[in-house]
């Protein structure tokens, strides 16, 4: 008989339209680190909602301790001394850090909230475990690590002794995130029970024991880490053999397409600037990749460059044209396509039937209108055809509301418009973010197919998977500079990271 | 200048038992236009209960006590209507409020009516028609100063306010529910519930702060006029006053002394002189918002999750 | 593919219809609690005059003359003698129909626009002030109001486009302001050029410059027509329908109603594509100020009514019912139309029940309470899409894994 901490047997969680946990089993062993490993929408989310309280599964039970236990909110979780860090960190931004780790378990004393016995307690949690923080600073003022160790902390402080940790290494360089593995390391030894959701398969090999599979849905069975390869997890995880490495040619960069010079931007969210004196230059034909840990000025960056926002201080210069100033339609005309960061908030209008996001950049264009009336025909004719040769699914072609396809199809057809153009210069910003495997080598297989079609191509990614991929050359912003650039066939992933986390940096010429 | 004075401070009370109102509701997340309504509500029955108990005879100071109670328990009721449609339903908060708005003025129209029992929405409260208890009786002198109530209530709340705010666990959960509900969910809140208290409040203040503007003033109202606007003052005085209790009372005074004049500007010499018309200085509070709101928000904060509703399946 | 090609409009129709469904079931749910309320103030009443009757009696009663008359609208058979009713239900619908009109265009630019009533406010103004003193021919009024509501629309647009102030807040604030300073222009300390002092209104317009009333028409049914020869209506209701086609057209056959349209979906797609979002939302206000003010012409430019300044204090209830209109009509121009006569048609009858017992203004509570329940009615709308998508979830499904 295995000593399980946690067990959820045969869960099943429906959503309208969509199955996200079929039957689905899932066995925590005391003191052990679990890992929880599948792609982007397998249903791992879903799974912990259930666990933590925030769903009621259709099916199943869960048992602690071997016995059935019923979880109907957070709070009942707490109370078995369950606790999480969400992938999206549940913060209140404009609350103190101390605030934020007792919201919802509060010390009183009377009716006041007894914040000196808070702090007494959260101090010593901060150093019994190493990790450090400000009580009293706010959380918007502090950065996305930190912010992940209040996460921590408010599970410590509610004594919990499972602890789940969802994609909690997507927003860290690699050397926090050997920290984070030590600091899971020593939860372990202090007997805690881990689950550790992930689609990293590097990640569990570094520290997991065990690891278990979900597939669209379903349950694929638990390895024993140490006697799997990683090959064989990922076959588990994807359901074939997956080619991670795409292949392309030599490059070979042409004329300069992109220049920027100098470039400042000033920041939204502090008095700072976002973007300090950048420079870079994209070539025909070449990838250059933009790399750095998220809110390093490579939105701001991107903004200024494709003129969402304006830029305090340089230049910006595309085929020898200065768009510094230049309204977005401009560039548009000059040959800049923009593969945006957010396709919800810039890409698709979501409420927009599907033919009229595929002319999103266009529908000014003579071919399209005339004498201010839409050309409806000939909008549909065109947006049919992207359909059919981008290969975007969707329930009722052309008409179908953007907000009713998957990610992975409105991402197709934001590619598709955005290729479709004939641009001179492509600007791609985390072009697979949280897209299954099919359709990241897809995109990826687009992307290189411009740059040998002669294209700009300019690609900020967060995954160094990606970057080390793709890229013809990489820069590294740390802070709104740019510290590095490196050819990624003579660097590592750990010299990047080294300059992601502004640990290094080389010496700005001229 | 005493007069001035006088007025100036019903009216701030007004503006900052409405503006609080406001507060509580806008930081659990629930925008109340509704606000406007409500006090046409709460000035309604508070003038209605004033009548009953004139009639019934009962002690002056349970009197005054019970019909403010009142005042603020029709507000309460009332802006259960938008708690409903805003948390349960996740309507469109604005809308919402809007229609409440509009019923609340129609509503006391036939009501005034039905209890007048002729085609008058004008309902009279002062010394004449009543003996007992009337208008007068919320007021006390403090030599030359005409004082009254509603004042006291207004201090009142803005330090309870303060206090429920910052020091309570309460205050500390309400606001997380107005700025990221998901994570006030995620550590076991109950933001429906949260935000339902917060409109509540807004109507127990907004009831009160109705009956504070219709009765101290003068011994009659005609409800076809509802409450003129002061709500929607009481609005901009919270935006101004950046959703903190300090500041609305900052606001609240500041906005009083413009709204304070349209009643005696020709009492005040120099203004008399002007020989503005009366309506300019009916115009001027909305005229002073404008300019201040054209100012300050840029750099104005509002809780962030306000006017979004809460759907716990949506994450 | 190509099977997929020929269903095509079918999301969009079954929209229209859940649609509206729901606006019908706002209306009904709107109509039978105007039906409670008349009854309870009844019962209230008869008890007051120390009268009993029975609960049959009561309903008899309510029916008769309260209820009945609402729903008659202006066909209430005692109201209707020579088609006064008619006309004036026709006389309210126009100017309903541009207030919805100004509500439901903002709406499609993501903005709300409560201010309706402000321009209405100001658009009666520059109309009068067209009429009664440069005396221009009615068109020209006509074009004054809409210049006056566009003003007064395009300013809460600028302070939301440059000052980032809420629409709402800026609309609200320009109402009062606009009402408080039409009074002031007319009255002026009685001194006013349009001031009429004997009657305490603004001057009538059929004796100082008849040219600025709209033309009228009438019915040929009997020997003098449907209206009679004295009271005629005027063209304004045709004025109202053919704006609100050309506003259904902009929308959905042009450029600048795409643009609009993307705004209010998503401002930052917008950007995105290029469309300057400042110069739209201001635009966008613009127009629906302009849209209010028409309306305003379209009523005071038929000659049945004064404005009176000294008593002019709260804002024009046809502002704030362009809200109910738009909502019911979902933002559609088209149901604009309807939903304005709808309004208008309550709104008559509601003057027409027996005053003694029933006061007027439970029309105006059932059109709040319509409003109160469009607020949710996307609630209404996905319950009924809901019933109707039962039967063909297979192909949902079946969507479904093409996505995946």
């Given amino acids: ?510 | 200048m005493w007069l001035l004075l006088k007025y100036t401070l019903l009216y701030a009370s007004v503006l900052a038992l409405v503006a609080l109102g406001g507060m509580f509701s806008e930081r659990s997340g629930i925008i109340n236009i509704a606000l406007e309504g409500i006090m046409v509500i709460g000035g309604l029955m508070g003038v209605v209960a004033i009548n009953l108990f004139n009639a019934a005879g009962i002690p002056v100071v349970l009197g005054v006590i019970l019909t403010i109670l009142i005042s603020g328990a029709a507000g309460m009721l009332y802006s259960s209507l938008l708690a409903f449609s805003a948390v349960n339903l996740k309507a469109d908060q604005t809308i919402g409020g809007t229609a409440l708005n509009l019923l609340a003025t129609a509503l006391a129209v036939v009501i005034a009516k039905r209890i007048n029992g002729s085609d008058s929405p004008k309902i009279s409260y002062n010394s004449t028609t009543n003996k007992v208890l009337s208008n007068l009786n919320f007021s006390f002198q403090i030599g030359p100063l005409t004082l009254n109530w509603f004042i006291v209530v207004a201090l009142a709340a803005l330090v309870a306010a303060w206090f429920i705010l910052y020091r309570t666990r309460f205050g500390m959960r309400l606001m997380a529910c107005g700025e990221h509900p998901q994570a006030a969910d995620s550590v076991g809140i109950n933001v429906y519930k949260m935000r339902w208290c917060g409109v509540l409040i807004s109507g127990l203040l907004g009831g009160i702060g109705g009956m504070a503007y219709i009765v101290p003033a003068v011994g009659d109202w005609n409800f076809e006029i509802g409450v003129a606007g002061m709500g929607f003052l009481a609005l901009a005085v919270m935006i101004f006053g950046q959703w903190k209790p300090a500041g609305i009372a900052a606001a609240a005074l500041f906005f009083a002394v413009f709204r304070a004049m349209a009643n005696i500007f020709d009492s005040i010499g120099f203004l008399n002189a002007l020989n503005w018309p009366k309506e300019i200085y009916n115009m001027m509070p909305f005229l002073a918002s404008m300019v201040v709101l054209a100012f300050t928000s840029k750099k104005s904060r509002a809780p962030k999750a306000e006017g979004v509703p809460y759907d716990k399946g949506s994450r | 593919m190509a099977e997929k090609n020929r269903a095509p409009r079918l999301g969009n129709s079954a929209d229209g219809v859940s649609s509206l469904l729901a606006s019908l079931t706002c209306i009904l749910m709107g109509l039978v609690i105007g039906f409670l309320a008349l009854l309870i103030l009844g019962w209230i009443t008869l008890a007051q005059d120390g009268n009993t009757v029975s609960f049959g009696e009561m309903l008899g009663k309510t029916w008769n003359s309260g209820f009945k008359a609402i729903l008659s609208g202006g066909f209430y058979k005692t109201a209707n003698a020579m088609g006064m009713g008619v006309r004036t239900e026709i006389l309210q619908a126009a100017p309903l129909i541009m207030t919805g009109l100004s509500v439901a265009f903002a709406f499609k630019t993501g903005l709300f626009n409560i201010g309706a009533a402000g321009q209405y406010t100001v658009g009666a103004y520059f109309a009068l002030f067209g009429a009664i003193v440069l005396k221009l021919p009615w068109w020209a009024c006509l074009l004054a109001s809409a210049i006056g509501g566009a003003i007064w629309g395009a300013i809460p647009g600028f302070f939301k486009a440059y000052l980032n102030v809420n629409e709402v807040i800026t609309a609200i604030m320009f109402n009062w302001i606009g009402l408080y300073g039409v009074n002031t222009l007319i009255y002026q300390g009685g001194s006013g050029p349009m001031y009429n002092t004997n009657t305490t209104k603004t001057y009538t317009i059929k004796q100082v410059s008849p040219d600025s009333l709209l033309p009228t028409f009438n019915i040929p049914i009997g020997d003098k027509g449907y209206f009679g020869k004295m009271f005629l209506p005027t063209i304004g209701i045709f004025i109202a329908i053919a704006v609100a086609v050309l506003i259904w057209v902009v929308l959905n056959k042009t450029v600048f109603g795409y643009e609009l349209k993307a705004c209010g979906f998503n401002k930052n797609a917008a950007k995105y594509a290029g469309i300057n979002d400042r110069k739209n939302i201001i635009l966008s206000m613009t127009i629906a100020g302009a849209l209010a003010g028409l309306g305003a012409g379209l009523f005071y430019l038929s000659g049945s009514k004064e404005w009176e300044p000294l008593v002019s204090t709260s804002l024009p209830a046809t502002g704030f019912n362009g809200i109910s209109v738009a909502l019911l009509a979902s933002s559609n121009p088209i149901g604009c139309i309807f939903s304005a006569i709808f309004i208008s048609h309550i709104t008559v009858g509601g003057g027409f029940m027996d005053a003694g017992i029933f006061p007027s203004e439970v029309s105006s509570i059932i059109s709040g309470v319509v409003i109160y329940l469009c607020a949710f009615s996307l609630l209404f709308r996905s319950g009924i899409r809901k019933f109707f998508a039962r039967e063909p979830k297979k192909a949902a499904g079946k969507g479904k894994e093409a996505d995946a």
């Fill in chain 1, 1 to 510: 008989m295995e000593d399980y901490v946690i067990e959820m047997l045969h869960i099943t969680k429906e959503f309208p339209g969509i199955r996200a946990n079929d039957d689905v089993t899932l066995q925590l062993k005391r003191g052990e680190i679990h890992a929880l490993l599948g792609e982007n929408s397998a249903g791992k989310s879903t799974l912990m909602s259930v666990l933590f309280g925030l769903y009621q599964p259709e099916q199943g039970i869960i048992k602690k301790d071997g016995q059935e236990v019923k979880i109907s909110n957070p709070n009942d979780a707490t109370a078995l001394h369950i606790g999480m860090v969400h992938q999206h960190f549940k913060l209140v931004e404009c609350f103190t850090v101390l605030d934020n780790i007792i919201l919802g378990a509060e010390p009183m004393k009377g009716v006041v909230v007894d914040r000196a016995a808070a702090r007494k307690k959260v101090m010593e949690l901060s150093q019994r475990y190493g990790l450090k923080v400000d009580p009293d600073a706010r959380v918007e003022d502090i950065s996305v690590g930190m912010q992940q160790r209040v996460e921590i902390l408010k599970m410590l402080y509610r004594d919990n002794d499972i602890l789940i940790f969802d994609e909690p290494t997507a927003v860290l360089t690699p050397q926090e995130i050997d920290e984070l593995m030590d600091i899971m390391r020593g939860f372990k030894a202090e007997g805690k029970s881990i689950l550790f959701i992930t689609h990293k398969l590097a990640e569990i090999k570094a520290v997991a024991d065990r690891c278990s599979v979900l597939r669209k849905g379903k349950y694929m069975g638990t390895v024993d880490v140490a006697n799997t390869s990683v090959e064989e997890m990922s076959r588990l995880m994807v359901g074939r053999d997956v080619q991670l490495v795409s292949t392309k040619d030599e490059s070979h960069p042409g004329d300069v397409v992109l220049q920027v010079d100098n470039l400042t931007v000033p920041s939204k969210v502090s008095k700072k600037d976002a973007v300090k004196h950048a420079s870079l230059q994209v070539r025909a034909g070449e990838i250059v990749c933009l790399a750095g840990i998220e809110g390093n000025g490579q939105t701001e960056f991107i903004h200024a460059v494709t003129g969402l926002d304006k830029p305090s201080s340089g230049t910006v210069t595309l085929c020898g044209r200065d768009i510094t100033h230049a309204p977005i339609r401009r560039r548009s005309k000059l040959g800049m396509s923009h593969i945006p960061e957010d396709r919800h908030k810039h890409g698709l209008v979501l409420d927009y039937p599907l033919e009229y996001n595929m002319v999103l950049q266009r529908y000014w264009e003579k071919g399209f209108q005339q004498g201010g009336f839409l050309k409806k025909r000939v909008i549909r004719e065109y947006s049919d055809r992207l359909i059919e040769q981008y290969d975007v699914r969707s329930g009722q072609g052309s008409t179908t509301i953007a907000r009713s396809m998957s990610g992975g199809n409105q991402q197709k057809a934001i590619v598709a418009r955005e290729i479709d153009k004939d641009p001179q210069l492509l600007i791609a910003v985390q072009p697979t973010r949280g897209l299954d495997v099919g359709a990241i080598e897809y995109i990826h297989k687009q992307i290189i197919a411009q740059r040998d079609a002669k294209k700009a191509v300019l690609l900020v990614s967060l995954e160094l998977d990606e970057v080390m991929n793709l890229s013809d050359r990489i820069l590294v912003m740390y802070e709104g500079e740019i510290v590095g650039e490196f050819d990624p066939k003579t660097t590592d992933v750990q010299t990047l990271g080294l300059y992601m986390a502004g640990a290094k940096r080389m010496d700005k010429e001229g």
